[in-house]
């Protein structure tokens, strides 16, 4: 059985792909763009869209909803970091909140015999003050993570995943996947 990760964001299933093939675990990629509820926490916002894909899609799959909240604004953009992204961007967020803490989230939602399973992650860091080479993920060129100089940007896949919000909520779900022989 081949697990299926449904997102329409290439780096997401870059960085998932990477932390399967390093446990040997198989993944599927199943490149679709799903509506989003609006509420105030990822897991309500990805526990929705998880019922709702279940209408159409085989089991089992997951998907991976990610937020940043931002301490200066109050935890803004926190679940609506898509729609500020394509908004404002990262010079606007750095415009309102360079050298702030803050941190990533990831609401990893698996449907698996018609349960939907939950698995997170956090990332603390700050926003810089300018905008990294590097990939060109979200927000990785403004987030500095805590007790690096560098930007998420500037990491590999691999090297991100080591302590980012994804990369723990992926050793969640693959701790999962192993200790239930669903590989
Ligand atoms: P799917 O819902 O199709 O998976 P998406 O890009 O819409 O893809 P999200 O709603 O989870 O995914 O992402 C919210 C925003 O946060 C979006 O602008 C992403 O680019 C950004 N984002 C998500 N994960 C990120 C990460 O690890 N680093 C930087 N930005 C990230």
């Excluded at 992204?85 to 990262?90: A, E, F, K, R, V």
């Excluded at 698996?112 to 003050?129: R, Y």
Aim: hydrophobic content about 35%.
């Amino acid at each position: 059985m081949v697990l299926k990760f449904i997102t329409s964001n290439e780096h997401k299933y870059r960085e998932v792909s990477a932390a399967f093939q390093k446990n040997g675990l198989y993944l599927s990629w199943q490149m679709k763009k799903y509506e989003e509820i609006q509420a105030a926490d990822n897991e309500t916002i990805s526990r929705d869209s998880c019922m709702k894909l279940a209408e159409h899609i085989e089991q089992p799959f997951f998907i991976d909803d990610t937020g940043l909240y931002i301490e200066r604004l109050n935890g803004f953009p926190g679940p609506y970091a898509s729609y500020v992204q394509d908004t404002i961007g990262n010079s606007g967020i750095i415009k309102l909140a360079s050298g702030s803490n803050a941190y990533f989230k990831t609401v990893i939602s698996l449907m698996i015999e018609n349960k939907v399973h939950q698995f997170t992650g956090i990332l603390k860091g700050k926003i810089s003050d300018e905008e990294s080479l590097g990939n060109k993920f979200g927000y990785d060129p403004i987030f500095i993570p805590d007790g690096y100089s560098i930007s998420l940007a500037e990491l590999s896949p691999y090297e991100k995943n080591v302590i980012s919000h994804r990369g723990k909520a992926l050793d969640n779900l693959m701790g999962f996947l192993i200790s239930n022989h669903i590989k």
